[in-house]
């Protein structure tokens, strides 16, 4: 009974798949022929070199962070369509899906619809999070497809002292294709489950060794299901049956182009995504209800070796964030929208000031030329305010290599906001190779999220009838410090091991409180929480063409204060995929999760459960033809994550078995 409880419904089931392909796979494994050239060896993956963790490139041993790199080849051979699907095998982090919009919780912090405002979303090292809700995408809206990206770096823990605000649980950095590892022109077409449909083109070249250019395009539409809540089964409510509701409509553009020491990335996506949970107390099964949600950059970036001691990099860029969605209430439509226009520009030097030395400093300017929210209905504004803000940065990190094993990092940054003043965090780090396969990493760093605009500036009056709320002029940013041990192993020329042990506090957290002196609600600095846990993992690469990667991940987060487990916080995370040839060309792909019981708002508890997700792959077919077929939630697995406050859901039930088949043609 406890094996069951702990595993949920078809442990057998997930047992007998995951032998059998485990046994496929190292049966295959005895096969030596060469293999496609995609493929990349373990030796290959621990030498690529990452930016993200000290926005220098470095192998991820050398950096000092918990780092995990997601590559092209696991993207497509687990086939990986977004963000939150990459997630479910990274340990440490778990993801939730209310029906529009997607959130990433880490190490057993998971705000509901805290729309991922502690994490930090990057796209070849520019920041995507907007500033009115400090959203970061991580569904459809993204607009980036995954088949275009050559690697996604993901570092745990803070990151304010390179980053800034929101970087307090991970910075995840998309870094995208080149034009020369395209090189040419390709076209492919989904279809699958719901009325999916997509399409989308790619071009990429370089010329004359110096110009490299890449584009690409995407729509999609997705029809969706209908969805049963039996909070809502009443005759009044459609007996709880929300028709037609579920749709998704996207596109998304990037493109990039360097030349020499220049680099131009523009980005623009789109979504329209239906409502079907009546979310915010909305008329259920309204077909009016739905929203909207646009981004769009512009990066010039601009990189010089000055000499073989002095590196320079100074980028501008613009970025501007949409959002507007329709609320009916007893068939009045109410307007919800936010604008954001960011400008900012950035220079920072890298100075080699002796051969055991390196530092890295540099100025950030950002200013939210627009950060406006606006709610009403027709003919009366409820609240209608736009609020620019700007803040301007300084930080500076040194590396000292004290012998040749060990290495110290110290870093700082200090930022002065228009709004709440300056904000401090350090950081600081040993990295030991403490055997010629073994390092060992301890790190400490702290950091913060400003509250945004709609914490700081969101009002309500006696006209609303239901709850007053005024601003708190004494709201301050909210602050984390996290301590972490981490090993890396190389176990064998194939495999290789991590272990993590961290604890953080985070303080000050931002909640809606009431002020007893006027019975005014408004956002104060009082929630705290701290978690400690472990993360387990295994990766492995055989040269027979066998992509294995296992782990576990232990994670007790509490209120500090009551000591009462967080709500939307699983404590055990278990997470595996194998992925080897079954022909010459063929590739089979197998993953599994299992995610432990999670509190929701209303003190009730999610089922536990296992997921399995079984994904055929080929490489190119007639040297121009590559096909995919992914099934997801193989078993039909029943299960649900935890809704928000906007929800009279507890948890919200969560897609059966569905399937994508997939076309690419390679002109």
Known sequence: MRIRSFFGRRPRAFVLALSVAT???FLWAQDEDPKPDQEQSLEDLLKTKISTASKYEQLAGEAPASITVITQDEIERFGYRTLQDLFTSVPGFYVSYDRQYSYLGVRGFGRPTDYNNRVLLLVNGLQTNEVVFGSAYMETVFGIDLADVERIEIVRGPGSTLYGTGAMLAVVNVITKKGASVGGFSMS?????????????????????????FISGNWANIDGQDLYYREYDTPLTNNGVAQGLDWDKFHGFFASVSYKDFSFQAHSSSRKKGIPTGSWGTDFNAPDNESYDAQKFLELRYEHEWSSRLQMTSRVFFYENRYHAVFPYSGVPFGDKADNDLLGGEVRFLLDTASKNRLIFGLEYRNSLKAAYRYWEPGIDYFNGDFPQSVFSLYAQDEFSLTRALTLTLGFRNDHYSTIGNTFVPRASLVYHLFKATTLKVLFAEA??????????YTETEEWGYMNQKVNPNLRAERIDTLELAVEHKLTEELFGTLSLYSFRMKGLVDLGLDPTDNFYQYEN?????????????NARLKSGLLAYASYSYQDTKDAVLGHRLTNSPQHLVKAGVSFPIFRSVYLGLQILHESERLTLYDTRTEPFFLANLNLTTSRLFDHLKVSFLINNLFDTRYAYPGGYEHLQAAILQDGRNFIIRLEYLF
């Open 23 to 25: 046994c496929g796979a």
């Open 189 to 213: 077409a989904e279809a699958g489950s719901c009325g999916r449909l997509k399409g989308k083109a790619t071009f990429g070249t370089k010329v004359n060794n110096s110009l490299d250019f």
């Open 448 to 457: 913060f999220r400003a509250p945004n605009v709609w914490e700081s500036n």
């Open 526 to 538: 009082t929630g705290t929480a701290r978690s400690r846990g472990l993360e387990l993992g295994l």
